[in-house]
């Protein structure tokens, strides 16, 4: 995905569909400052539920600045992947499962690897898939012609170069921020996409990096289970 935060919707997906996963971002989310300073509070609050914690959570993230929004999008959205799997969870159960989720696991072939554009780069799996492709996510935010959206273009083909076998990519026609559902539009790349894999064969072929990248099979149409904000 291209940021962090929708990475943690995903992972919230798998948890409950009982799908082995690493997300590097997990560890490093607790390195932040205002994060340390915000579970640190919330140690003293321990033996309450957890949705109390989120309730404001939710709140500091529909008032917080641009440099915030993400980070914090990321914390909530962790809390919301443990109530998931926990819904009577407290905040002490939470914050002890917090540095769990962020150790490294992907030495696990079973394993599913979350990564955002940017920690993609120079890697490589089999199968890919490229979630999130609608207009403020790619390009992020408003982003017109010049060296902002260029920027955005690469990390794109970045994302979708890491794919040796097979690659899909997907948007959401509706997407919650926060408790709000919003409609959403497919990104401005979609069809240039889809035009350029057009008459590229289905089926594997020979070895070789330009004969695996010949071969890619691409799914370009809408995926139910991302329609309704869930990924």
């Not at 935010?141 to 990519?169: H, I, M, N, W």
């Amino acid at each position: 995905t291209r940021t962090n935060a929708r990475l943690t919707t995903v992972s919230q997906a798998l948890e409950v569909s009982g799908v082995p996963w690493f997300s590097a971002t997990a560890t490093p989310l607790l390195d932040d400052p205002a994060v340390r300073s915000l579970t640190a509070g919330w140690r003293s609050r321990g033996h309450q539920p957890l949705r109390v914690v989120l309730a404001d959570l939710q709140e500091l993230v529909e008032r917080a600045t641009p440099d915030q929004l993400e980070i914090l999008t990321t914390l909530a959205d962790a809390g919301r992947a443990f109530t998931a799997v926990a819904p009577d969870s407290s905040v002490a159960e939470w914050l002890d499962w917090l540095p769990a989720a962020g150790r490294d696991r992907s030495a696990r072939g079973d394993a599913v690897t979350l990564s955002s554009f940017h920690r993609a780069k120079g890697l490589e799996w089999d199968r890919v898939w490229v979630a999130g492709l609608e207009e403020g996510l790619v390009p992020l935010g408003r982003s017109e012609a010049g060296p902002a959206e260029v920027e955005e273009r690469q990390l794109l083909y970045v994302a979708l170069t890491r794919a040796v076998q097979v690659l899909s990519v997907s948007w959401a026609r509706t997407r919650l921020f926060g408790t709000r559902p919003v409609p959403r539009q497919p990104s401005r790349w979609l069809a240039d996409i889809e035009s350029a894999t057009a008459g590229l064969p289905s089926g594997p072929g020979p070895d070789g990096p330009g004969a695996a990248a010949a071969s890619l099979r691409l799914d370009v149409e809408p995926d139910p289970a991302v329609e309704d904000g869930r990924h």
